[in-house]
């Protein structure tokens, strides 16, 4: 399929190539880090991850027709206000659930899956009667776009770059929290071992509630980020739910490096699979590779070492 | 003895007095034909099987998913369906009975779908059934059709191949909506080289085999065909392919969220559908669909059905406003939704016309049941259920909505089973 | 040791007795041939339910794919059915006759040599139960001997769901893609279809519940059942008596399989279809919670959950289409906070106890038989 180009053509397309292969990994790993919080961290099985990141595209969407009505001198900056409402809106509501449904199940993990199961239903329907049945669109700035002319032939989406700063930031924030900081020790304490970090004094009460909040509200932000390069109506949730899992488990669960490493591998794999091959089969192979991997090593790619 | 039902004026000889309906309302009641009374037609003359049909009322069933995933697209036809009824109703209904309506939630669930529809037609005994909408939906309840010989309208365009007595196929088949843009962009832009790209399932896929049959026919080349699992969402790997091909057409049978996806990738990678080059053809975005889109991610993007939203005649201005009065001024109405709200006009036709609301006389009545008062022109049952009808090019502006650039001089005859396309 | 383990206490014994009269005889007289063919689909999803409580309740393997094996029981009867169905005079108008019509509209000339053994009717049945089987062989084999368990399995099993759709969908030509199989008509030349045949296949699929349920209560009753029980509770410990796990793990996993795919089977010549909707992780989960609602300790227990689940699913949304989901997400989530045991729990709570003759099995919460890990 090379025959007839110049060097310099494929060599732009593989540039590209690779870029789309980053916007990939960007992609899974907003997916993936709320749930790395949520379910490697807290055991949690959050069938519901999906709706928490179409709350952050309604959001956006709601912030968008704002914006355009009352304040469209400042349309090209909305997204970062809805940004930032869309992690509160997801996180509050996630809190609530906790209070409300999880905390009484800790003890039984694999019953989270059907509670979260029946309150993504609930997200569902509650989506579409408050928006409607069909898509909403979420109108960007024509900014965000556009791309960036590198070279005759390469050019790069600013909707990518977007997304990979915003990756960026967030895992480094999460990094930040969850290892230098005193509530990111709690949250690895009351994981380890729940009794003792109990008797040390830690809430562990509320630092579950509010794990169970960024984790969630993370979600929002990758929802957020979603509508630059997604569709969003009331089941576009459910696209997401596997392959976010998949990216989790086959990271080592309680290993945040494992999430961003097995998002990149995965990540890589489909989009070269998807450019030599037709997009169905590239999936099925990069869903069974990552099958037959995890059966060779069932830990995932990285695990702490833990007692149990 | 039996008392025959009278015969309808002009059913036979002048459809404009019969078929003149709903879609002009105001207008149309001036040439209503007067004096349908219930009881000029006895319910057990017009109802011979046991059907959901009483003095005063009949009963259809309106079976689409309004919960899951193809409730994005289904619900503008379960719109159009409500309206045409309300329509009818106000103007006295059918054979004097006023139509009401079981709506099921086939759940975008094809076994679902099966359940509901066995329901309407055995516990319910509707006399018709507008309903399903994706081809998996469809074949799940054709077997339940044909076996308690029900009688379904059904609204989207599809991959043909099928030719049921107990159906009426109000949208487009393949061959109706793909070879006439074809031929349009072949001699319009001077196209050389096609690129195909669908969702996997079957009607992408048989109708890019009919499209590349077509294509290499005419001496044209196909330089690619991909298919992506629905609901896939990226894309970026598939518009390098395509940069790297280079071909003038881009054909794209992209079905439900994937096309946001789609589109906004492809805008986003710098390719601007406006300049035209590559040409972007498609025959599954509707304005529906560019409601998730954005209108300003798919401006210049070419689109091949029967109906679009801003065709300009009065029987679809009257059908526009009378949409927008029931569901919301903010409203968009896309080819299905056009074809879905032609299923209760096309039924009251024949009913009509067989004097009776019984299936069997009903089927034998539809074919040359003529409706010139439908939002997309003139259009005619055929012999094997299916629409003639007009194929249109629109060209997508940025408010979302087509303008049409071409229209067949001709109706197109429906041809399910194509020779020397399979 | 030689103690004897009798299959039923006279209690099981009636209770039995009433889930065959519910199924036998109390739903076909009060039911018409419409709603009984319902039912007779439900009771098809009681084959997993029934399999879960062996795998999941007993067992502690939580499987998140059954819909694998449901479907690919159904598909193994679906293929023959859709041969039967495809003869050259049926298929005329085809430019291949005499094989499946989806594979014409995907240009495939010939049948593939792996659907040519499917025209026998006897093949047909043993691969039903025996494809499925192999299949959860080859994943409890890779999975048990690794000793990954718990959230891992489920997850992993969940993506084994979403592969399965997706290659059948992506391989239409073979499979029939998104549409699945669909307009099946006759079984050796028995025609399915009319409400006749309808009621015979009900009370075959009631019959073969009832196999399964007996099958289900021997396995729980015997040395396997209780092991299973350990294994769920102290798996360590029972791995120190110098039992292999992994085996006994595959072995129950292997029979909830083989389970569904009976289930499969007959929901495939019940329905007249079958399709990759019914594989996914949608179904999969559906059946899980069937599972639950009836309480995930109890076989009998899971029959009436997929009889709850499933008609509540029906009855919702026929009374309100655009809200039922409110309601079914609702239910799952109450029984999972207030009912854990689901139905069986309950029964065990509050009805039993004020039976004649019953006292409590132990006081509080039932975990039923979790002493037999002091075996």
Excluded at chain 2, 63 to 87: C, D, F, P, R, Y
Excluded at chain 3, 62 to 80: D, E, H, I, K, N
């Amino acid at each position: 399929m090379f025959d007839g180009y110049t060097m310099g053509e494929l060599g732009a397309i593989f540039a590209m190539q690779g870029f789309a292969g980053l916007i990939l990994f960007s992609v899974y790993v907003l997916m993936a880090l709320g749930l790395a919080i949520i379910f490697g961290q807290m055991g949690v099985i959050n069938m519901a991850h999906g709706e928490f990141m179409i709350l952050g595209a309604y959001v956006t969407y709601l912030c968008s027709l704002f914006f355009a009505t009352f304040l469209p001198e400042l349309f090209g900056v909305y997204f970062f206000v809805a940004i930032v409402l869309a992690f509160m809106a997801s996180g509050s509501l996630g809190m609530a659930v906790e209070w409300g449904i999880i905390r009484h199940l800790y003890r039984r993990p694999l019953d989270t899956l059907l509670a979260t199961w029946g309150l993504s239903l609930i997200l569902q329907q509650v989506y579409r009667s408050v928006f409607g049945a069909r898509e909403v669109g979420v109108r960007i700035p024509e900014w965000m776009r556009g791309s960036l002319q590198v070279t005759d032939l390469v050019e790069v989406p600013f909707n990518g770059l977007l997304l990979m700063t915003l990756t960026l930031c967030i895992a480094a924030g999460v990094y930040l929290m969850l290892y230098r900081s005193a509530w990111g020790q709690q949250v690895r304490a009351v994981m380890q071992n729940r009794v003792m970090a109990d008797a040390v004094g830690i809430n562990t009460g509320r630092t579950d509630r509010l794990t169970f909040g960024i984790g969630c509200g993370i979600a929002g932000i990758a929802g957020s980020a979603f509508t630059m390069v997604g569709s969003t109506g009331p089941t576009a949730g459910q696209l997401y739910i596997v392959d976010t899992f998949l990216v989790v488990v086959f990271g080592g669960a309680a290993s945040l490096f494992g999430t961003i490493a097995s998002a990149f591998s995965i990540s890589q794999v489909q989009s070269v699979l998807e450019f030599f091959l037709s997009g169905s089969m590239a999936k099925v192979l990069t869903l069974l590779t990552v099958i037959i991997i995890l059966m060779l090593r069932p830990q995932g790619l990285f695990t702490l070492k833990v007692r149990k | 003895m039996k008392k025959t039902p009278p015969v309808l004026p002009g059913v036979h000889t002048n459809r404009r007095n019969v078929l003149m309906g709903g879609a002009a309302l105001g207008a149309a009641t001036l040439f209503m034909p007067k004096g349908l009374r219930a009881q000029d037609f006895p319910t057990d003359q017009v109802n011979t099987t046991g059907l959901a049909v009483t003095d005063t009322t009949a009963t259809v069933g309106i079976l689409h998913s309004i919960t899951g995933t193809m409730a994005i697209s289904e619900t503008g036809s379960v719109q159009a369906e409500k309206l045409a009824i309300a329509q009818i109703n106000a103007q006295g209904g059918i054979l004097g009975r006023q139509i009401d309506f079981i709506q099921e939630d086939g759940a975008s669930d094809w076994p679902t779908f099966a359940e509901k529809a066995r329901k309407l037609l055995i516990n319910d005994r509707v006399p018709a059934v507008m309903g399903c909408w994706t081809s998996a939906s469809r074949k799940a309840v054709l077997p339940i059709f044909e076996q308690q010989n029900g009688f379904l309208y059904y609204p989207t365009f599809y991959e043909g191949l099928e030719e049921s007595p107990n159906v009426i196929y109000t949208g487009q088949e393949a061959t109706q909506q793909i070879i006439a843009g074809l031929d349009w962009v072949m001699r319009e832009k001077g196209a050389e080289s096609f690129y195909l790209i669908g969702s996997d399932y079957i009607w992408p896929r048989t109708s890019n085999k009919i499209a590349r049959i077509h294509i290499e026919k005419n001496g044209k080349q196909v330089v690619g065909e991909d298919y992506f699992p629905l609901e896939h969402t990226q894309f970026n790997s598939t518009i390098n392919r395509i940069r790297l091909q280079r071909p003038d057409v881009i054909y794209a049978i992209v079905v439900g969220g994937s096309n946001v996806a789609f589109y906004r990738q492809l805008k986003a990678a710098g390719i601007d559908l406006t300049r035209e080059a590559p040409t972007l053809l498609t025959i599954s975005v509707t304005e529906d669909e560019i409601l998730g889109i954005g209108g300003d991610n798919i401006e210049g993007a070419y689109a091949c059905m029967k109906y679009f939203q801003s065709l300009d005649n009065p029987n679809n201005e009257a059908f526009v406003a009378a949409f927008k009065e029931m569901w919301g001024s903010d409203i968009v109405i896309g080819d299905v939704t056009q074809a879905a709200y032609l299923g209760p006009w096309l039924w009251k036709a024949a009913v009509e016309r067989a004097g009776s609301f019984d299936v069997d006389k009903v089927r034998e009545a539809s074919p040359g049941i003529e409706l010139d008062t439908a939002p997309e022109g003139y259009v005619k049952v055929h012999d094997n259920h299916h629409l003639w009808s007009r194929t249109r090019v629109g060209r997508a502006n940025a408010e979302g909505q087509y303008d049409v650039v071409y229209e067949t001089a001709d109706l197109i005859e429906p041809n399910p089973f194509p020779e020397g396309y399979q | 040791m030689t103690r004897q383990y009798r299959l039923f206490t006279l209690e099981e014994a009636v209770n039995f007795a009433l889930l065959a009269l519910l199924i036998f005889v109390i739903l076909p007289a009060m039911l018409d041939p419409f709603r009984l063919n319902l039912f007779g689909k439900y009771l098809t999803y009681a084959f997993v339910a029934v399999g879960l409580v062996l795998c999941w309740g007993a067992g502690g393997i939580l499987s998140l794919g059954q819909g694998v094996f449901f479907g690919l029981g159904g598909y193994c009867m679906a293929m023959f059915l859709k041969l039967e169905a495809s003869t050259p005079e049926a298929t005329a108008i085809q430019s291949t006759p005499g094989i499946p019509d989806f594979m014409d509209w995907n240009r495939v000339t010939e049948l593939p040599w792996w659907w040519e053994p499917f025209q026998s009717l006897p093949f047909t049945l043993v691969a039903i139960v025996a494809v499925p089987s192999a299949f959860a062989f080859v994943i409890g084999l890779a999975m048990f001997t690794r000793r990954v368990g718990g959230v891992y399995f489920a997850i992993i099993t969940q993506a084994i769901a979403a592969i399965l759709t997706i290659l059948i969908i992506g391989q239409q030509g073979y499979t029939g893609g998104v549409n699945g199989m669909t307009d099946l008509r006759t079984l050796a030349g028995w025609d399915i279809r009319p409400d006749s045949a309808k009621l015979v296949l009900y009370f075959v699929n009631g019959a073969l519940l009832f196999l399964c349920l007996l099958a289900g209560q021997w396995v729980r009753k015997g040395k396997v059942g209780r092991l299973l029980v350990a294994m769920r509770d102290q798996e360590d410990r029972v791995r120190f008596s110098g039992y292999n796990v992994a085996n006994f793990k595959i072995f129950v996993f292997c029979l909830g399989a083989a389970f569904a795919a009976i289930g499969g089977a007959m929901f495939t010549l019940q329905v007249g279809f079958m399709s990759p909707t019914l594989i996914g992780i949608v179904p999969s989960i559906m059946m899980v919670i069937m599972c639950a609602v009836g309480g995930r300790h109890s076989l009998l227990g899971a029959v009436y959950g997929a009889l709850i689940v499933n008609g509540a699913q029906t009855f919702f949304s026929e009374q309100m289409p655009e809200l039922w989901l409110f309601a079914m997400g609702a239910l799952f989530i109450s029984v999972v906070m207030f009912f854990p045991t689901g139905l069986a729990g309950l029964y065990e709570d509050h009805i039993r106890p004020r039976l004649p003759g019953l006292r409590p099995r132990r006081p509080g919460r039932a975990e039923p038989i979790a002493t037999a890990a002091a075996e």
